[in-house]
């Protein structure tokens, strides 16, 4: 494959435009996701009956194709980026609560006695005690959505919301391979980058891991 550098010297501002709009309409999505999955994932922790059923609902919504879904909500939001970033917040529902849920689950009972004895009220020790061991859980799930939503986020050019979805399509039409490739590359260096953010983010919250690390 012959690869036209000269075009991607002279497009680097235009590429660099459409891996912003690529990121903010990936990455909100799993910020709003992560917003709904921490209530609903205490409520199916609190309630366990409620988990079966929203776990199920969670995965039926993820089974639909998205480009299906886009075409039903275009009829609500029209060719705007909501179109594609309420489908992007559903699907990663499927990942985000059940994390949540298992997350919430590893803090064993008698740290739960410990901080009650200690005179933890229920927020305080949720949010002191429970919330930062289910941190790696938590996060671990916030990597999948994350990188599967900058995945998605292309087929939303088919609607004119895609980011670096638009590269693609256009090369794709004109037969150029050099700016399918180009954007190819920075989808994958998004992911990737995203992911290494992330990654720092659970060390910063989790120092207690690193001196346990050095203890060992």
């Not at 983010?201 to 120092?207: H, I, K, S």
Request: hydrophobic share 55%.
């Amino acid at each position: 494959m012959d690869i036209d550098w000269g075009w991607i010297g002279d497009h680097t501002g235009t590429l660099g435009d459409h891996a912003l709009i690529h990121i903010r309409l990936a990455l909100l999505p799993v910020l709003f996701g992560l917003l709904i999955s921490l209530p609903a994932g205490l409520a199916c922790r609190r309630w366990q009956w409620l988990y079966a059923p929203v776990l199920t609902v969670s995965n039926v919504l993820y089974a639909i194709p998205s480009l299906a879904l886009f075409m039903l909500f275009i009829q609500y939001t029209g060719l705007s980026a909501s179109t594609v970033m309420i489908p992007l917040t559903l699907y990663s529902l499927s990942v985000l609560i059940p994390n949540v849920v298992d997350g919430l689950g590893a803090v064993s009972e008698p740290v739960r006695q410990a901080a009650t004895a200690m005179g933890f009220g229920t927020l305080r020790r949720l949010v002191q005690v429970e919330l930062p061991i289910a941190v790696p859980v938590v996060i671990a799930g916030v990597r999948v959505a994350a990188v599967s939503s900058i995945s998605l986020v292309a087929i939303g050019q088919l609607i004119g919301q895609g980011g670096l979805g638009y590269d693609i399509i256009r090369g794709s039409q004109l037969q150029f391979q050099t700016q399918i490739l180009a954007a190819s590359v920075l989808i994958v260096l998004l992911a990737l980058a995203t992911d290494a953010v992330l990654v720092i983010v659970q060390r910063l919250l989790t120092p207690w891991s690193r001196a346990r690390r050095r203890a060992s």
